[in-house]
């Protein structure tokens, strides 16, 4: 296997590899994808761990529809500092699933929660308390609810208005604070 790194097409080192096995096709009902990595790091940060996709097939609104789970997903830093994620999130294609030839009017419904621990070694658990709206067209979330508990301490994010921008807000304390984020970051907006 090849030790060294690779950058990316967003500048990141990638090295390892990432196994991924399908047993079907992605519309079949309880068609199964398996992801598991080996000796996997981007930027350094190694991730342990196996995901696996299984194919609802179509739901009641003639919707595909997938739930994701999270099988003990570790994250280690070059510092030894670890985190870890488990948990079941369902995504629904909501938008653009009859046009095969347009990816850029897919939409999606996810919802699902989570749990493990952070970096400072704090237990948290989040749930998607209105499920998030994501488009294929936008690289930020379009609207949903998220609330998200680090042991006694509670933070409810809501991030937006169906609009394709990066703009939400957050609720801790009982006050309310504007933010932007990014694809992988938040920003408070001043």
Request: aromatic share 12%.
């Amino acid at each position: 296997m090849d030790h060294s790194n690779h950058t990316d097409h967003l500048g990141r080192l990638k090295r390892g590899q990432i196994h991924n096995e399908i047993t079907g096709r992605y519309m079949t009902n309880q068609t199964l994808q398996s992801i598991h990595f080996e000796e996997f790091c981007i930027n350094n940060l190694k991730i342990e761990g196996r995901i696996e996709i299984t194919s609802s097939g179509l739901n009641e609104f003639d919707q595909l529809s997938f739930t994701i789970s999270y099988d003990s997903i570790v994250f280690t830093s070059s510092n030894g500092l670890q985190y870890s994620i488990s948990g079941t999130k369902t995504k629904e294609w909501i938008d653009g699933y009859s046009t095969p030839e347009n990816p850029w009017d897919d939409q999606f419904l996810v919802s699902g929660e989570c749990h493990g621990i952070n970096s400072e070694n704090r237990e948290y658990h989040s749930k998607i308390s209105t499920p998030l709206l994501i488009s294929r067209s936008c690289e930020f979330i379009l609207a949903g609810e998220t609330e998200f508990q680090v042991e006694n301490e509670s933070v409810f994010y809501s991030f937006g208005d169906s609009m394709c921008d990066n703009k939400g807000c957050y609720i801790r304390n009982g006050e309310t604070n504007n933010f932007e984020f990014g694809r992988y970051s938040f920003r408070e907006k001043k």
